[in-house]
């Protein structure tokens, strides 16, 4: 089945950037997601990336895809203590099920 | 204006009790999910039902009941629960199903249920 991974654990400091990365297993989805977790709170849809695109830019986030590897990124530019969340990657492995990533927990140190 | 709710916030129960939980979206969506989220923050789908009909049962145990009254509610029953039930339960919902991939999951704010 559809396998999804991201690193458990960013820190970074306030004002910098923030990158965080995931790898899936199947290429057929035409979207990929970002979902955000603030602490003790449901998921917040974050941005997403249709397939055939390599880089999306949104405000302060930029997405990169790159098929090939079959690797996604999530790219926080000037990060505020208020990005401090859990952010879960999510590809639907070409169906309607959402298969997610265990989840980057980022911390802003001020 | 709240998209997709879920009642409970919070289930305390003790082991072998019956409880549900509910769940309604006002977008209009065809598309509901449960997904489980365990203490490692782990998310796996449950069900999804489209239509009020049972599309996904990603084995789960009989003990786990989704019922749908209608498109805007997906509840989710629990019959005899156990220990390892207590997680986060999130309700989702999206406006299309099979096929439509690209269709945006619109999650609840979680029901976190604990079994003791």
């Known amino acids: 089945g559809e396998d999804v991974e991201q690193s458990l654990f960013l820190s970074v400091r306030e004002g910098d950037s923030s990158v965080i990365n995931c790898t899936y297993t199947d290429s057929s989805s035409t979207y990929l997601y970002w979902y955000k977790q603030e602490p003790g709170a449901g998921l917040q849809l974050l941005t997403y990336i249709f397939s055939n695109m390599d880089m999306k830019q949104d405000q302060r986030l930029t997405v990169l895809l790159n098929k090939k590897d079959k690797h996604l990124s999530l790219r926080i530019a000037d990060t505020q203590t208020g990005d401090s969340a859990i952010y879960f990657c999510?590809?639907?492995?070409?169906?309607?099920?959402?298969?997610f990533g265990g989840g980057t927990r980022l911390m802003v140190k001020p | 204006d709240t998209a997709v709710s879920q009642t409970p916030k919070y289930l305390v129960t003790q082991m072998g009790n019956d409880k549900s939980i509910k769940c309604e979206q006002n977008?209009?969506?065809?598309?509901m999910y449960w997904y489980k989220q365990d203490s490692k923050k782990f998310l796996k789908i449950m069900f999804s039902?489209?239509?009020?009909?049972?599309?996904i049962n990603e084995t789960v145990p009989n003990r786990f009941s989704p019922k749908s009254p209608d498109k805007a509610h997906l509840n989710l029953h629990i019959n005899s629960l156990e220990l390892g039930d207590s997680a986060v339960y999130f309700c989702?919902?999206?406006?299309?199903?099979?096929?439509?991939?690209?269709?945006?999951?619109?999650f609840g704010p979680g029901t976190r249920l604990l079994v003791l």
């Open positions: 039902y489209n239509n009020k009909e049972l599309i």
């Open positions: 977008l209009g969506h065809d598309t």
């Open positions: 989702a919902s999206s406006r299309a199903l099979a096929g439509w991939d690209q269709e945006t999951q619109y």
């Open positions: 999510a590809d639907p492995a070409g169906g309607n099920m959402l298969t």
